[in-house]
């Protein structure tokens, strides 16, 4: 495998850290990334998390030496630094997230713990808070936002995500670094009998979704943090006895060097895991051939079993196929019939619908600026105006068409020939290679 390694010694456990849980799901890409050091390069979205991270921290921090909760040109300076897209997402907790200046400890605060969960590696932040044990670090993590309500024993942990998809800390497996930055904040602040862990998505107005953890839970945190550590030692000791790891599909997928470079030990069994664009084009036709040979054999399975079909990732996340319910909602533009649609005292048909937005616009004719996006699909429209009797009406509402633009990505039909690309017209070069 190609690429930047930084290979560690197998038998030195690297600290846990809050993403080690995620890459643990498949101990391929936990032994690929942490022990042979093949890491995912991160790419764009890493960046913009960093930079994400950077500029909330400058931002509490500000409000913090200026005592204010909210600085928005403060705000908009530090969200202009991070970038366009980073500064586009941030835009859902500019004029929302409140700084509670008078708490606010730290940001960007890394801490750690040793194996024995004593605080050990203290930064200078956290000097004199507690003891240092000096023994090497088992657990680390930093926190984005640390606020110490020391009166009331109560800590609030703030930690941004940029998720486009939010979730709650407290689910069981998205619950490991809320129950790990907690331990952090019971054994550094030895008063502290309650810590709540709040995720705040940044891309969201008021958007916080939060867990409580009390002293008296402790002893059950240890346990989970333990856990996951042992699960770590355990691939350790595998990769070293030199035994096979195994590759388990898990949502780390996504993050795995060897997906994109198709060494993953799943994908092998593809014979066209190799290879040049056209390759990868043909990769995907076979995938979607495959996902449907696939998906109708775990149809039938589950048809013929009546069970669910299950997948557990190395975490004992489980991942399940099988029938799910669901229900949407549908605007119908006419009130059905038995024999057609239903018509109104004056003899026009019922649109009940329509007659609300019309309400609307008449009652508020300030705010229809939206009413101008809503549609109908060609699609269902088509399927009904495509025959010979409805020919004149379908030329009609072709006629009131808008048409739209849009360029996407996509695997076309079978065709017999692609046009040839026209010759690209401008930059030149000479012999060696110098532009003129
Ligand atoms: S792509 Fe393959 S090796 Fe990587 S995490 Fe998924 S299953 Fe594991």
């Given at each position: ?87 586009k997402?941030?835009v ?236 949407s909602s549908v605007f119908p533009l ?17 649109m009940p619908i329509v007659s609300l937005l019309l309400d609307y616009a008449h009652a508020t004719p300030d705010d229809t600026k939206w009413m101008g996006n809503l549609l109908i699909s060609s699609t269902k429209l088509n ?14 509402v072709t006629d009131t068409a808008d048409k739209v633009t849009k360029a996407t ?28």
């Amino acid at each position: 495998m190609k690429g930047k390694m930084v290979k560690i010694d197998a038998s030195i456990v690297p600290p846990t850290h809050q993403s080690t849980e995620l890459l643990m799901g498949c101990k391929k890409n936990y032994v690929t990334q942490i022990i042979e050091g093949h890491r995912n390069p991160g790419g764009v979205e890493s960046r913009r998390g960093q930079e994400i991270h950077h500029t909330m921290s400058l931002y509490l921090s500000h409000c913090a030496r200026k005592g204010v909760a909210m600085d928005l040109s403060a705000f908009d300076e530090f969200s202009k630094g991070a970038g366009a897209v980073a500064s586009k997402i941030l835009v859902g907790v500019r004029d929302s997230y409140e700084v509670d200046f008078a708490a606010l400890f730290a940001t960007e605060l890394r801490m750690s713990l040793d194996e024995d969960f004593h605080p050990t590696d203290l930064s200078a932040e956290l000097d004199g808070t507690c003891e240092d044990s000096g023994e090497d670090a088992g657990y680390v993590g930093t926190l984005d936002g640390l606020n110490l309500y020391r009166s009331e024993g109560k800590i609030v942990i703030d930690d941004f995500k940029s998720h486009p998809r939010p979730y709650n800390p407290s689910d069981p497996d998205k619950s490991m670094q809320g129950k790990e930055y907690s331990l952090f904040c019971f054994t550094h602040f030895p008063w502290a009998n309650e810590v709540k862990f709040r995720l705040i998505f940044v891309r969201f107005r008021k958007l916080v979704r939060e867990v409580v953890y009390t002293r008296d839970e402790v002893p059950a945190l240890i346990e989970s943090v333990r856990s996951m550590r042992s699960r770590q030692k355990a691939i350790h000791e595998e990769y070293i006895a030199g035994k096979e790891i195994a590759a388990t599909g898990n949502d780390g997928c996504v993050y795995c060097p060897l997906l994109s470079n198709r060494e993953c030990p799943i994908l092998q069994d593809n014979p066209n895991a190799q290879g040049e664009p056209s390759e990868w084009l043909s990769s995907s036709l076979v995938y979607s051939a495959y996902a449907k040979v696939n998906t109708a054999r775990m149809k039938a399975h589950v048809q013929g079993t009546g069970k669910p079909i299950i997948l557990r990732d190395y975490n004992q996340k489980c991942y399940s196929f099988g029938p799910v319910e669901s229900e949407s909602s549908v605007f119908p533009l006419f009130r059905k019939t038995e024999s057609g649609i239903a018509m109104d005292a004056q003899g026009n048909p019922d649109m009940p619908i329509v007659s609300l937005l019309l309400d609307y616009a008449h009652a508020t004719p300030d705010d229809t600026k939206w009413m101008g996006n809503l549609l109908i699909s060609s699609t269902k429209l088509n399927s009904y105006l495509g025959t010979k009797a409805r020919a004149m009406l379908d030329q009609a509402v072709t006629d009131t068409a808008d048409k739209v633009t849009k360029a996407t990505l996509k695997v076309s039909k079978p065709l017999d020939s692609i046009p040839e690309e026209p010759e690209e017209e401008g930059d030149s070069w000479d012999e060696d290679g110098e532009e003129f």
